[in-house]
């Protein structure tokens, strides 16, 4: 887009961008962000005072699952704390969903997102014979409400299996019919591999009629026998699709032998997989039958960065059964991440926050994000001088700017009523 000569209506002034290593003015109009105006002449335009603090063009949520976000308020407790006691509990309440009070739940976690810093949000859906498309619809439905807010992706996710469960095939054509952006899938959860490397190539076929990119949850479990992310990556290459698919959770991949996971990683490489890690529920589910000790269940992050690999990070639950907290904060589940994958070293922490920035838009595909003239006009100013001070200070995210719109605000007050002696 041509933006010479256009006049900004709203100026960030004093703005340090994330890893450019200058303070400088940002300059909107519309809902883009443009060149320095040439003349000086800014005309009427408002401004927003950065003071030389941090910014990044929105945080980017690449895995969540909207559609069960808040549903620990009325079902029973996870006893097991397992993945699959997690899902059978959803079954029932499932049963009772309707398409507002999704839209409902979904919408307070968005606009949570939002006054967070977070800009872009790419959401899962179970698609089965139980719920059919109401959680989709459901989502649907709280994106239009929040349309001028947030861009919402919507991945239609076979949680229960494509084979296993009846009827699960003809609902994910009508899924992706009905508006759902990218097709899901969730291959381990079938009863042989021979209908595992079935659901991935189904999982192709839709793609491919819809030209549509494809995000699974893989090989999530402990059992490292699991083998789906190499039919997975192996697939993606038949057919085409490198840098069009995304892998999420691949918890066996941390368990498999060095020699097999180096092999499979290599594929991942090849195959131009987008790989996602979702600390915060991976280490609350998994490893929980494992004798001491226990397993941190999380994939081999610095592995997959060391091969050149785009790795990001998802919050992936909100006070669903498989997972009790959540508030889609990009800085508290980075500061989780970090911790999980070992990231300790300067730049490992700069890698965190590249890892709910660039990556996750990579991830999404989204080829308008930035600061660069053209790109959307989306702005966090976070309370911080640098990425490591945001994540150790879990920072406020004073101002949130979104389509050249200032959207929220958020303010600590802190009053100290004591004095120290010396
Ligand atoms: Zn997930």
Redesign the pocket.
């Known amino acids: 887009m041509a933006t010479e000569g256009v006049t900004p209506n709203l100026i960030v002034k004093n703005a340090s961008p994330w890893r450019d290593g200058e303070v400088r003015d940002l300059y909107i109009a519309g809902d883009r962000f443009i060149a320095p105006p040439n003349s000086g002449d800014v005309g009427g335009a408002d401004f927003v005072d950065a003071a030389g603090r941090l910014c990044v063009a929105g945080f980017v949520e690449p895995?969540i699952?909207l559609d069960k976000a808040m549903i620990n308020e009325d079902v029973r407790p996870n006893i097991s704390g397992t993945l699959d006691e997690a899902i059978e509990i959803i079954w029932e309440r499932k049963r009772a969903y309707t398409i507002d009070e999704i839209a409902e739940r979904a919408g307070r976690v968005i606009r949570s997102a939002l006054a967070n810093g977070v800009t872009r949000i790419r959401s899962?859906v179970d698609i089965d014979n139980i719920g059919g498309l109401r959680p989709l619809e459901g989502v649907a439905e709280a994106r239009r409400r929040h349309a001028e807010v947030m861009d919402i992706q919507i991945v239609a996710f076979p949680q229960e299996g494509i084979l296993k469960n009846k009827g699960a095939e003809d609902l994910m054509w009508r899924a992706m019919e009905a508006g759902a952006d990218v097709v899901g899938g969730m291959p381990f959860n079938e009863k042989h591999p021979q209908d595992s490397a079935r659901h991935i190539s189904i999982v192709f076929e839709i793609a491919k009629k819809f030209d549509a990119d494809i995000d699974m949850?893989v090989d999530e479990t402990d059992d490292v026998g699991a083998r789906t992310l190499e039919m997975l990556a192996e697939q993606t290459l038949v057919h085409g699709w490198q840098g069009r698919v995304t892998a999420?959770?691949t918890c066996a991949l941390a368990g498999y032998p060095e020699d097999y996971a180096s092999a499979v990683i290599k594929l991942v490489r090849e195959a131009g997989i987008h790989m996602i890690t979702?600390p915060a529920?991976n280490l609350m589910l998994q490893g929980r039958l494992d004798p001491q000790p226990k397993r941190r269940g999380i994939t081999r992050v610095k592995e997959l960065l060391a091969e050149g690999i785009n790795v990001s990070f998802?919050q992936?639950?909100v006070k669903d059964t498989f997972y009790p907290f959540g508030r889609v904060d990009p800085l508290e589940v980075g500061l989780i991440a970090a911790h999980a994958a070992h990231m300790s070293l300067p730049e490992e922490i700069e890698q965190v926050f590249d890892m709910q920035t660039n990556a996750a838009a990579r991830v999404m595909r989204i080829d308008d994000y930035g600061f660069a003239p053209g790109a959307a006009a989306d702005l966090v100013i976070i309370d911080a001088a640098n990425a490591a001070e945001a994540l150790t200070k879990q920072a406020t995210r004073s101002t949130v700017i979104k389509g050249g719109k200032v959207i929220v605000e958020n303010e600590t007050r802190r009053a100290w009523h004591w004095n120290p002696t010396d």
Do not use: A
Request: negative net charge.
């Open positions: 895995h699952h899962h949850h999420g959770h979702n529920t998802g992936d639950c």
